[in-house]
Structures are given as C-alpha cells and as structure tokens.
C-alpha cells in the first residue's frame, strides 16, 4: 500500500551551495562527519586550521583541501573563507566565536554551545552583535528517523501525541573523546542532549523537567554520569522520555524511539547507535487509522545520520544567509531553549525534584 502522506526526510539544498567552508578543528568528528557529508553535498572547503598544525596539514592532504592555516587569524582574513565551521572541544568555542563575529564571518557552531548557560547566551549575544549568521550543529533534527517523523507528525499520521520515549542501551566507545573523561556532566550534556534537541524539535518546549542520573561501577576513568532517565511533562498532557545507557555490556543493543498519539503511532530504531560511527539506516514503522485497522507501512529510508544528518544542519545556514533570514531548524537561539532542558536536568536530578526549564536563566 502506497502511503497517502508525504516522508520527506532528505536535507533541502538552497541555491547557492558553494560558500567558501573554512574548517576550525579537523579532529574526529570533522573527519568522519563534516567533509565526507559536505563532499556528498557538493559543499565548498576552501581551509581549514587546527591547534594541532599536523593534525590540519594531515587532514587537508587527505581530503584534498587546498589551504592549511597556521593561525586562526590568518584563516578569517582569507575573504575565500564565507562560512567558518568550529569542531573543537565545547570550552574552547567561545574564544573563537568571539574572533570569527569580530571578522564579519558567518559560522556553524558544535553541540553543545558550551557547557556553561552564561557562555552559550553570550555566543548567540556575540554572532547577532555582529549581524552574522550562526548555526549549531545539532543534527539529529535531520537524521532520517526524526526528520521523517517530524513530517509524519506535522500532517496528523498520530493524531495527537501522547507518548514519546526514546531508549537506547548500547556499549558507548568513550574513548574516542579522551578529554570527556575527565566531564563532571557526560551523558546530558554529550549525548541526550541530540534527544532532548530532537524531542524539542517534534513537541515543543515542555512544562516541566524530571532527570535522574547513575554511573556504572566499572565506568573509570570516565567520570560523568553514564546512565540517565529524563521525563519531559507537557502542558498538552504529552510525556515524553529519554532512557539511555552507555554501559550495555552485555545485553543486545538497542536504540529505538517511539511517538504514540490518538490516531497511530510511529516507531523506529536510530541506526548510528548500533555501531557509531559507521551505523546502519534508521528503520522506521507507522500505524496509523488514517492507514486503515491493522495496516503497517514501513518506508525504507537510505540515508545515514552521519554523515547525512550533517549535510542538513550546513544547508540550514547557507539558507539562512542566501535569505537573510534565522536558520529555520538550527539557530543558536533556538538552541538555548534545548541547553535549558539539558541543564534543567542537571537541576532535578541535582535537587531531585522537577525543574521548569524557565528557571535556568
Ligand atoms: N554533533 C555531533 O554529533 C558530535 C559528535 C562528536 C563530537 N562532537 C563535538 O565536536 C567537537 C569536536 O569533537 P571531536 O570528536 O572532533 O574531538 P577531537 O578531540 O577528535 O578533535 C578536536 C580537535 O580540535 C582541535 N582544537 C582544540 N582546540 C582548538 C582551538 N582552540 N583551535 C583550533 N583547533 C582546536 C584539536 O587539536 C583537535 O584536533 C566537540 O565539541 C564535540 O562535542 C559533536
């Protein structure tokens, strides 16, 4: 049966596509992410700069980027460089939004702004001051499940949500970022945080905030809370929750998400958690009475989070420049009101009690 709804869950490309991409920090994530999603997408790196100057020089030999910079000054004064994409650890983004709004240049910031509320305010403060655009990279927005969903949701394939839960126990290899280890906030403000984004993104901001957090016995030397359950209450009578496990040592894996509502549901499972980074497609299950009693559609969906989730959060800020506008699904100040709910958590499970994410200022 041909599904009477639309799943539209591939990033929009505006345009113009070839702004210059000046990369700042080619670690990990810029490596297996940021330039293969942007060489799928046909995107334009111009050069790219890191502290580690081997680290740059290593990158731009392998990914054929024509200028390695050996300072972040001379990459901003490169008028090639129209948009300066930042993938360093989350201390460090500040002092670096301070210089790239000061050069009159556009940028796509790393989740999460910063682990401090005060410092990611004056990051969105910092990039409006200087009337350029600013954009996070929180992609699960455009991971093909969510997207898809979001979609689903928006032409009323569940009616009104009800439940929304999104669970995921899996082996997480934290060693990939040795300088988490030493994180007093880990598993919130690292990694739920893509939940809670994506929660935000379907529903809405929620009333209220409920965390609890726990760590595993053999978790050292990560420090973090390694293992969270966080119930979002909305004031349409929706709960939604995040119940995450980085530990699964032994069990089989699972990532899944759920959104029941009063006329169907959707479920799926969240392919780059089976295997991250190489991951496999989401899959996606919809029930719906607009389908008919007892009818499953199950659309395939090919892409990847990484990198295609990538490719979208990049495409919102050229369309966000080529019209002058707010990026529609990742501005920076959307993205406050997503660290509030991760630092409300910190809060309830802190105080244990339920924070309104409005109390974090
Ligand atoms: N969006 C996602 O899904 C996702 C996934 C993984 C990591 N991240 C985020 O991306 C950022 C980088 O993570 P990673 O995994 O690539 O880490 P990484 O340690 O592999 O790489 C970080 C790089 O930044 C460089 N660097 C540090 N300070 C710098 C500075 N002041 N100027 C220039 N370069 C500097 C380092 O030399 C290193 O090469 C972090 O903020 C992390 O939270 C996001």
């Given at each position: 049966?041909n599904?009477p709804?639309?799943?539209?869950?591939?990033?929009?490309?505006?345009?113009?596509?070839?702004?210059?991409i000046?990369?700042?920090?080619?670690?990990?994530?810029?490596?297996y992410?940021?330039?293969?999603?942007?060489r799928?997408?046909?995107?334009?790196?111009?050069?790219?700069?890191?502290?580690?100057?081997?680290?740059?020089?290593?990158?731009?030999?392998?990914?054929g980027?024509?200028?390695?910079?050996?300072?972040?000054?001379?990459?901003?004064?490169?008028?090639a460089?129209?948009?300066?994409?930042?993938?360093?650890?989350?201390?460090?983004?500040?002092?670096?939004?301070?210089?790239?709004?000061?050069?009159?240049?556009h940028?796509l910031?790393?989740?999460p702004?910063?682990e401090?509320?005060?410092?990611?305010?004056?990051?969105?403060?910092?990039?409006?001051?200087?009337?350029?655009?600013?954009?996070?990279?929180?992609q699960?927005?455009?991971?093909?499940?969510?997207?898809?969903?979001?979609?689903?949701?928006?032409q009323?394939?569940?009616?009104?949500?009800?439940?929304?839960q999104i669970a995921?126990s899996?082996?997480?290899?934290?060693?990939?970022?040795?300088w988490?280890?030493?994180?007093p906030?880990?598993?919130i403000?690292?990694?739920?945080?893509?939940?809670?984004?994506?929660?935000?993104?379907?529903?809405?901001?929620?009333?209220?905030?409920?965390?609890?957090?726990a760590?595993?016995?053999?978790?050292?030397?990560v420090q973090?809370?390694?293992?969270?359950?966080?119930v979002l209450?909305?004031?349409?009578?929706?709960?939604?929750?995040?119940?995450?496990?980085?530990?699964?040592?032994?069990a089989?894996?699972?990532?899944?998400?759920?959104?029941?509502?009063?006329?169907g549901?959707?479920?799926?499972?969240?392919?780059?958690?089976?295997?991250?980074?190489?991951g496999?497609?989401?899959?996606?299950e919809?029930?719906?009475?607009?389908?008919?009693?007892g009818?499953?559609?199950?659309?395939?969906?090919?892409?990847?989070?990484?990198p295609d989730?990538?490719?979208?959060?990049?495409?919102?800020?050229?369309?966000?420049?080529?019209t002058?506008?707010?990026?529609?699904?990742?501005?920076?100040?959307?993205?406050?009101?997503?660290l509030?709910?991760?630092?409300?958590?910190?809060?309830?499970?802190?105080?244990?009690?339920?924070?309104?994410?409005?109390?974090?200022?």
């Amino acid at each position: 049966m041909n599904t009477p709804f639309v799943i539209d869950y591939k990033p929009h490309l505006g345009k113009k596509t070839d702004y210059g991409i000046g990369l700042i920090g080619t670690g990990g994530i810029v490596q297996y992410a940021h330039i293969p999603a942007y060489r799928k997408a046909g995107f334009n790196i111009v050069a790219c700069y890191d502290l580690n100057p081997e680290t740059a020089r290593k990158v731009a030999q392998e990914h054929g980027i024509a200028t390695v910079y050996d300072s972040l000054d001379a990459l901003l004064n490169d008028p090639a460089v129209e948009i300066v994409d930042i993938a360093v650890p989350p201390w460090e983004q500040l002092k670096i939004v301070r210089q790239v709004a000061a050069a009159g240049k556009h940028m796509l910031c790393q989740k999460p702004l910063s682990e401090s509320f005060a410092e990611a305010q004056e990051i969105v403060r910092m990039a409006k001051e200087a009337g350029v655009k600013q954009a996070i990279n929180q992609q699960m927005r455009w991971d093909a499940g969510i997207r898809a969903s979001k979609n689903l949701i928006e032409q009323g394939v569940i009616g009104q949500p009800t439940d929304a839960q999104i669970a995921v126990s899996v082996l997480t290899p934290w060693h990939m970022w040795p300088w988490l280890a030493s994180a007093p906030h880990l598993e919130i403000m690292f990694h739920s945080i893509h939940y809670l984004d994506a929660l935000r993104f379907l529903f809405g901001d929620p009333e209220w905030v409920t965390s609890r957090h726990a760590r595993y016995p053999k978790q050292a030397p990560v420090q973090g809370e390694s293992k969270t359950i966080t119930v979002l209450d909305y004031a349409s009578g929706l709960q939604a929750m995040t119940n995450v496990n980085h530990y699964n040592e032994y069990a089989e894996p699972y990532a899944t998400f759920r959104f029941l509502g009063t006329e169907g549901a959707i479920t799926g499972t969240i392919g780059l958690m089976y295997n991250y980074p190489t991951g496999r497609p989401d899959t996606l299950e919809i029930t719906s009475e607009h389908y008919g009693k007892g009818v499953k559609i199950t659309p395939t969906l090919d892409e990847m989070w990484i990198p295609d989730a990538f490719v979208g959060t990049m495409a919102g800020l050229m369309e966000a420049i080529e019209t002058d506008t707010q990026p529609r699904d990742n501005s920076t100040e959307d993205n406050l009101n997503t660290l509030r709910v991760a630092h409300a958590a910190y809060l309830s499970a802190a105080e244990n009690r339920s924070v309104r994410p409005s109390e974090v200022k």
